[in-house]
């Protein structure tokens, strides 16, 4: 790490069907200055997440959403170094949705201070961040299972779904994981505890999923959309609730998947809520409290992969996006 | 009518695509005795209703759905003509799942009793009935409009469409309709009071909808499903509701219309509920109370179109599928 120099890295063209590697570039920009009321940090760890794909959609109209040639948007875990913010000192960590850069400006807005005694600084871009955050709530403000009851995880062994799975556990559920392969499915159970786990690239994938949730399924925590929904959709209970979280399958397709169960909605009585974390940020101390213990008490488990430098960040991203990641895809900058 | 016999109309070959009069017989059977703890009724008039197609599809598994062979299910509303029941006493009047025939037995399960003083009796049928009690919960139980919000309610100009409207406007909310053709849109704004109504079947549809709800939806009281909500979903704004109550342009196809919008249901933090009305019995009281009063206060109105006879009720049935009724679709029995 220099501090000679920014290194960043920009959206340069909209993709259509799948992001590559070209539609980034990697930039050098100028160091920023604290302004009155700014600190800058400089980044650790980049997070990588679907719903970055998400923005670089045309038409999407986040309050988010990506214009070409801005720097990439992510959350970020680093250090102050210059301050001219009240609340905000030099050497202390900080985590917000800084951009895929070694060093942001920010006037506090969406960052909060993290401990770097209390756990490792990555942790609080998976479990102990944003990841965890969405997990507790699709369970415990949006779906709400109840002891016994089939919870259904897609993209199982994905930042998200792994603490997901792990969360309806702890509530007494029976917790059935959806991933690609069998290295995943091994994961999702051997390491993260799950009952069972299907593999949606498998040739039986929907009777091997009628199997592993024998008495239906009454919550879907959904990551993926598309044919794996699809499936899960024709195995719901009456009441049953999906908390739409993702939709990972849709992002790099030019025309989405044509749906075939979606009566089950209506036939079901099911309620879907699709949700945005940063629209539920209210529950990020109550969230953070339970997972911090869980993880202190070993109910929690994760795993990462770390791709080295911002200048591989476009690799790892597209990389994440095809499924070839484990657990929590970063990126260390410093 | 006579007692000799019992005109009935009877499910026999299940539909691929449209539904047709000859998936249906007209029959005559036994005229039904009351056992002990039952009371026969004769029927005076059948409603037809878009979710008693859904119960002629191969797979959906209703506790109510049909098998081949059985009498078609559907309410009606008629008078007690013999009674082996403590609580109900012949010349009394009842609205139930009575079936499309002349006399029905019953042990009084999910029959109420209805005043033929307080209102027409096909009105029980109706926005005194179980139509009305669907817009009701749709409205109030679930999508919760507040004042000033847009509430779009497709197939505008039928019977549970046309109370949802009605009851929006009640809650101060612009109330926007969808139906087809240009003699139902004036009917839906000039008798039942939407602010606006658009005709999907105008080629300019998407624009006239967008035009129509400049501040976007806020609630979808949903009917019809298909190409009519893949444009709902493009004008959802951010929390948006859906209530789900139908999706009747799907129930005669073979294939379901690919939706190219679902991922709004993400992007703008929708909540969708899936809703059959047989499940939220609870709310009827409060339903009821509040309905009759405002069709008293001549704040609620509403149209019938009735076919005489149930030999005519399959044709009268295939021609609401297809649209061709105004308000509340029943069949005059005697």
Redesign the interface.
Known sequence: MTRARNLQVRYVNAPRGWVREADFAVCEGEIPRAAEGEFVVANRYLSLDPYQR?QMMPG???ATALRIGDVMVGRTVGEVIESRHPQYRVGEFVCGSLGWQQFSASDGAGVHKVDPQAAPLSAYLGVLGSPGLTAWVGLTSIARPQPHETVIVSAAAGAVGGVAGQIAKIAGCRAVGIAGGAAKCAFVVDTLGFDACVDYKAPQFREALAAATPAGIDVDFENV?GAVFDAVLERLNDYARVA????VS?YNLT??Y???N???????????????VG?YQQHRPAAMNDLAQWLADGRLKYRETVAAGLADAPRAFVGMLRGENLGKQLVKIA
Not at 244 to 247: Q, T
Not at 265 to 276: D, E, I, P, S
Request: a positive charge; glycine letters at 10%.
């Open positions: 998400r999407v109209e986040y959309g739409l979280c993702g939709l849709q025309a989405p044509p749906m075939q979606l009566a089950a909605l209506l036939n079901k009585n099911v309620m879907l809520q699709g949700f945005r629209n």
